[in-house]
Each structure stands twice: as C-alpha cells, then as structure tokens.
C-alpha cells in the first residue's frame, strides 16, 4: 500500500510541477494576478508531495518491502539501520527521487524566502523550477519507477553493494545533491531574467546567497566523497580523475567562477550578461554530470546505472533545458547592457582573470572527461584520459589564479594599482619563496615542482591573512581601534578569508601528499617491522571478527613514532560481505604531519603472512582541514545580513556603520 | 577606461586563456593518453617497451599465482582469442577474482604486461565495456546478445 501511495503522489507531484510551470508563466506575460497566484501554493505542494513519495520509499527500505523491486535489489533485512535508510539513495531509482526532492526543495525554498523578490520575477523562476520539476518527474515515471512491485515476492534482498555501506558514502549523495540542483536555482534566475530581458544588481543579490548555499553543498559533497574514496578504497589516494568525479567538479569551477562574477554584477552593474551566461553554464555542468553518471557510457569506477533509454531520456533533457537556455540567451543577452567600466588592474579585473581561468579549467576537464566517448562513437580507438591528462592541464592553470587570489582582494574597485597592491603584498610574497625555498632544502626528495606548491600555498595562506589585517589596519591603529574594525567586517569578506586561506590549506596538503608520499607493499607475518617515514609499524597478526552482515579479516599493527613516541594500534580490515561483494576498510591515524594509513590483503598460506600496503600521506589531515574551511567560509558568507535584503539597497552613506536593515 | 578600451581588453585577457587553454590541452594530448588493446592487439601488434597502454580481458580461471616475494601476483588475460600474461604488484582490488573481467594499466615488455594499476568494477556484474567490446571482436561473446 505504501508503495502505491508514494506511486500516486509522484504523479500528482508531476501534475503539480506542470501548474507550476506553464499557467503561471502564462500569466506572467499577460500580468494576469490569479495565474500568477498558482506558483507559490504549487511550489509548496509539489515539494510535499514529493516528500511524501519519499517517505514512502524510505518506508518500504527501513521494514524491507522486498515486494518493492528496488528495495529487493538494494537492501537486506540483516543490514544496519543507517544504510537501510542510505540504501534509499544508494541505487538510480531512489538517487533520482532524491534528486527531484532536493529540486523541489529549492523550489519551496525560493517560494518561501523570496518574499522581497519581484512578483513577476519570483513567479517565472518558480515556474522554471517547476518546468524542471515537471522533466525529471516524467523520467522518474516513466524509465525509472522507484515504486515497481516485484511477484513472486523474495525472501530475503540482494543487499546494498558493500563498497556503499559506509558512513562517508551515506551522507555524500545527499550533500553532493544539494550542490548539483541547487544550481538549479541559478538557472531558473537566469532564465527567468532573460525572459524579462532584465539583469540588474539587486538580481544579483538575489542569486548570490542561491548560489553559495549551492557552492557550499557542492564542495562539502565532492569532499565527502573524495574522503569515502581516500579510505575506502584503500589506494592511499584521494582523487583520481575519474569520470564521475570530473562530473561534480565541472559544476563547481563554474559555480566558484559564477559566486566571483555575481559579486561584480551586484557591486558594480558589470558582467551581467556573462554572469547569466555562467549561471546557464552551471547547471548546464550539473545535467551533464547526471546524465554521464545515470546513463552508464562512460566505464567509471562508481556509475551505477547503465540502461540505453535512460541515457537517451536524460541527454533530451539536458538539450532541451540547455539549448533553451541559450535560445533565450541569444535572443535577449545583446539587450543586457552593464553599466560599470572598469580598468583591467582593479578588483573587477581580477575577479574577471579567476573567471577566464577557472572557465578554461572546467573546459579543459570537459574536454577531458568526454575525448574518450567522442573517440568511441567515431570509431577512432579507445583510449583514457587518465590523471597525467589533467595534471599538466589543471595545475599551470591553477597557479596564475592563486598568485591572482593573492592580489585580487588588495585592488581598488573600478581602478586598482598593481604598485601599491605588490608593495604590501612583499613580505608575504618572499616570506612564501623563503618557506618554499626551506622546504626544498629541508627535504630531500623535494622536487622543484612540489616546493614551488608549497610557495604557492604559503603564498595565498599569507596573502589572504594579510589582507584581512590590512582591512582592520592592524599595528597601524591601536589595538582596540583594530579589534572593533575586526568585529565590524561583514560576514561575506570573513567567508572570503576563510575560503581563500581553507584553499591554500588544501593546496599545501595536496601538495605535500602528491609528492611526498611513502609506500611499502610488504608480505607480512605476524612479528614482522615495517620502517614507514618516522613511524615503525609491527605486524601483531590478524583474526576472523563477525560484522552484523559480513565476516572481516581483521588485521593489528602497532605503530611508534621514532623510538620513544606512545605507541598506538591500527586495525585494518578486509571484509566478506554475506550476501555480495567485498570491501577493504582502510585503518588510518591522522597526525599534524601526515596520516599513518594500513591496509591489510589477503592471506596466502591459510592465515600467517598477509600482503599489507603502508602508506604515510603527508599533510593529508591538512587537505581535509582545509576544504571544511572553505565551506565554513560559504557558510558564514551565506548568513549575512546583507544576502537577505530584498530589493536593491540606496549605496550606504560613506562613515555609517550601520548595516542595512534585514528583511 | 572607455567601454571600448574595456572590451577590446577584456577580449585580448579571452583570448589568452584560450590559446594558452588550448596550448596545454594539446601538449597534455600528445604525451597523456592511454590508448586501450585487447590481448589479441597485444600479441599480433608491436608496441614501444616504454609506451603506457592498457589491455583488459577476463582473468583465466586457475591462471593466478603469487610470485616469490609475497606481493608480486601474476595472471592471465584473455579475451578468449589471445591471451597475455600480466604482473602486478600490491593488493589486487576488491572485485579481482579468476573469471571476472578486469581493465589493466602499463607497459608491454618482452611478452610480459607489467602492470602498475589494476582496475576491477565496483559491481559484481560489471564487464568493463572495452573487455565486452574486445571478446565480441573475436566473435566468442556470449553475453546479452
């Protein structure tokens, strides 16, 4: 019965969504009251409709309904609680619901807090919204039916693939989800503005707090996920380019290029029509990543589904939405004059280089990601594109943007000096070559390129602390002055810091892991010592230990630091999983200086020596330390007051501190 | 700053980053790509000892043995037709197993493939598309068809 309930109410919600999206927009041309009237109420229902299919399907996955087929293929009755529930997104039909209920969430969101928004604007972005709504709930009716009953009934589930029951993996498609769609937002802003042919700064302000709360979810998502890979699956690796990988990351380089560009297109009335470009551009990336991910043509270590007429059905959508988009943009972009000019050297110029660059990056790992499927439907040979690729593309790229990152925010609007910006910026700049150049001698397999990394870190990290302490002009006023100018800076300028010091963070662990890594793949018997950078690990053996739904070979190192350090345990598994699969459970031990990482093989004479890989990934915890800054960073720049002004705010007299009243 | 002064600046800063973009994907081309053979092409075509390759077929059932030292495994791919024999050392991932299809990454030297990477699906079902695509070339597939 449940089933049948969550069935009906998603096509109600399909109904629902096509309310949302056609009378209303009707109505919005003809500024016929009533039609309009239709989106909000439609927005709310549809999310709670599709909340109520949801349920449902959770339902049926926490008491295994293996009458439902999706529950028959993907859950278990012995499996534990937190990933029956995860078990709901861990399979296509139950990702794409999630997907729709994050879309739809964003709908009631924008229906619910965009009071101050203008009525014809506010009722066409709902009515996009719904209009998306309305293509990926037929998709999901009609190729992907979550709520298919299956006869004769099974006994018992084909449980979730092991690799999937992990912590890491159960919150990743949710968060990475919210990232992706809330894009979706952006778009409906885009669109809906090129329908009124109408971009101005408080259009700006409006997408801006949309667009970081996307940004914020995004990079918590893909972090999550590259974390879930780091341990889970035991290479010692964190990021290897894959496919589907590329496929989260493309929309964020666009989202990162499109947060930078809509702060010019508040502040100064400039780049407008290239911020909706990008805002077009963003989601264009997020369709692009559902369908290389749900249509199965690309061979990649995690995409699940691989069914020809989902492929087909997603790639419509995506030209549908996408080539709709640009249609208008076509049409209407010329009229979108920008009134701000501006100098090459001035803050705009340089939020204009991060967009160029990050633009070419998401180009070049586009270009990357789909070479190998051009190549294969030509018939041309089939090659990857594998992490050499991206290395020599992405990084040259990436160190023009962080030495910009560094002198960006010192520049004036409209007008900056280069002078006056490298002036103040000199000790931090030979500060960053000094511990560059330490790092060099200091380690002796420091290659050139991995110290240069280092500066480049050190650099922004320096930079970006200076530039806050240039703003509360610290050691230039007295201490209290100092303290109440620091109280005083806006929480958007304090997410700034934070994201640009958690990157430089993240630069230096990626860095220091890339380069400085120890490995040891060792056969070890019980008794047997491995040398591992500072640390010395011993080998105490391994036992057979129960889980709730599998049998773990369970290995024991202990690991000392040095001769003297207070000696710690690892406990690396391999575990058998019941009814499928494998996995292997990484054990790690985080230091400041790096993380102990033990992996534990197979057995080759019944139980005695076991094949072990070591690793000591230098900076690892850094790199993680870093990205939870950044999104800190989003966070707080996404809780201020300013974002939640409604309409465009008369500029605030010079000297009033005054922030502008919220709501 | 005149408009036109800004666009035709904005336009030369465009056009950088395109030709530099399009300077470094080129270049990262040529040197970077891995091309995909199948055991067949392995044995009937000549290959530089340096050149990186990948190769995938199935793992012959009994074909996987232990080296020596403890870590270094050796085994054979097939895609029914030719076979080749490959070795790796470290852990082998979690889906290897004899029977099962696998995508293998490294240099072929004197008839052996070293390899440096192993790649197995995540799904028990999974046949990597190259391996499917390379048995049904030898016309032994016996799969959805």
Redesign the interface.
Known sequence: MTAEIGHFALILALVTAVVQGVPTLIGAQRRDALWMALAVPAALLQFLLIALAFAALTKAFVTSDFSVMTVAMNSHTAKPMLYKVAGVWGNHEGSMLLWVLVLSLFGAAIALFGRNLRPSLKVRVLAIQGLLGAGFLTFILFTSNPFARLFPVPIDGQDL?P?LQDPGLAFHPPLLYLGYVGLSTTFSFAVAALIEGRVDPAWARWVRPWTLASWAFLTAGIVLGSWWAYYEL?WGGWWFWDPVENASFMPWLAATALLHSAIVSEKRDALKSWTVFLAIIAFAFSLLGTFLVRSGVL?S??A?ASDPTRGVFILALLIVTVGGAFAFYAWRGPALKSSG????ISREGGL??NN??LT??A??VL??TL?PLILDVLNA??????A??FD??FI??MVPLIIAMGVGPMLNWK?GSLKTATYKLKWAALIAVLSGFGVWLAIDRASALAAFGMTLAAWLLLATLYELADRIHLFRSNPSESLRRLRRQPRARWGMTLAHGGLALLIAGMTASSAWKTEK???MAAGDTVTLAAYTLTFKGAEQVRGPNYMATRGTFEVQRGSTGTPFILHPE?RVYDV?????EAAIQPTFLGDIYA?V??T?DGGK?F?T?LYFNPLVPWMWTGALVMVLGGLISLSDRRHRVGAPVARRQPGSATPAPAE | MKRKHQRMSLLGLAALAIAGAAALILTAFEDNIVFFHSPTDLVTKEFSPTQRLRVGGLVEQGSVQKQGDGVTVRFVVTDTAESVPILFKGILPDLFREGQGIVAEGTFRNGVFQASEVLAKHDETYMPREVADAIKATGQWKGDE
């Open positions: 693939n690799l035991g061979t270590v995690h699940f000019v501006f100098h090459p204009v280089l160029f660059l070419a990056a180009a070049a270009l990357g070479y040979g089939k090659i990857s594109v594998g050499p690729y020599s593309v040259p790229m007008r793949i060792e056969a391999k499928q699969g494998q996995t292997t992996v093989g197979d080759q020596t094949v890989r």
